[in-house]
T-cell receptor, first 113, second 114 residues
Framework: DTAVSQTPKYLVTQMGNDKSIKCEQN?????MYWYKQDSKKFLKIMFS???????INETVPNRFSPKSPDKAHLNLHINSLELGDSAVYFC????????????FGSGTQLSVL | AQSVAQPEDQVNVAEGNPLTVKCTYS??????LFWYVQYPNRGLQFLLK??????LVKGSYGFEAEFNKSQTSFHLKKPSALVSDSALYFC????????????FGGGTRVLVKP
């Protein structure tokens, strides 16, 4: 059973399109995250939700909108995709906001053409 | 602001030799320190953590890391590397001043040659 699963695994799209990435965790965790990993493998936090409430919102363009329908799901919607959005996006979760261990999904590779 | 530096983009080591991946950090207050490993096309996996106590912490797959407060370092080590240890390794720090946010280093690629 996959603990943190995200779909799709690969996403290829044209500039200007709107796309969504879905994430689900079956660990019963309270806190979920979105990270962006660029082409140089640098990993940066984008958003964090705790029990469906936004707690971290880094300097991310407002074209990116996270949505958490319940604490097991954190989806990422991206409007008006740009070339610079091409990256691997990782969903992650941890038991509580203060828990030490993060569990990561396997990533969504987004390519904007 | 808290930060993590991994000075080496890549570390090459022969199988059976000791492996060291360097990490230094900057944080206000006591640090929580972590190492994660990323295999190709996979998400990051937790290896080990330092919260408090013994400066030498042991983790998964035979890895260990030593916390050195005076040098603000948390180097990852393995006495005898395996080819299967070839991966991308990330050091991370969390401090209360940053709202418990986890900050990752830039990653170090480890290549273990047979």
């Amino acid at each position: 059973d996959t603990a943190v699963s995200q779909t799709p695994k690969y996403l290829v799209t044209q500039m200007g399109n709107d796309k969504s990435i879905k994430c689900e965790q079956n660990l019963g965790h309270d806190t979920m995250y979105w990270y962006k990993q660029d082409s140089k493998k640098f990993l940066k936090i984008m958003f964090s939700y705790n029990n469906k409430e936004l707690i971290i919102n880094e300097t991310v363009p407002n074209r990116f909108s996270p949505k958490s329908p319940d604490k097991a799901h954190l989806n990422l919607h991206i409007n008006s995709l740009e070339l610079g959005d091409s990256a691997v996006y990782f969903c992650a979760s941890r038991r509580t906001e203060l828990s030490e261990k993060l569990f990561f999904g396997s990533g969504t590779q987004l390519s904007v053409l | 602001a808290q930060s993590v530096a991994q000075p080496e983009d890549q570390v090459n080591v022969a199988e059976g030799n000791p492996l060291t991946v360097k990490c230094t950090y900057s944080v206000s207050g006591n640090p929580y320190l972590f190492w994660y490993v990323q295999y190709p096309n996979r998400g990051l996996q937790f290896l080990l953590k330092y919260i408090t106590g013994d400066n030498l912490v042991k983790g998964s797959y035979g890895f260990e890391a030593e916390f050195n407060k005076s040098q603000t370092s948390f180097h990852l080590k393995k006495p005898s590397a395996l080819v299967s240890d070839s991966a991308l390794y990330f050091c991370a720090v969390r401090g209360k001043a940053a709202g418990n946010k986890l900050t990752f280093g830039g990653g170090t690629r480890v290549l273990v040659k047979p």
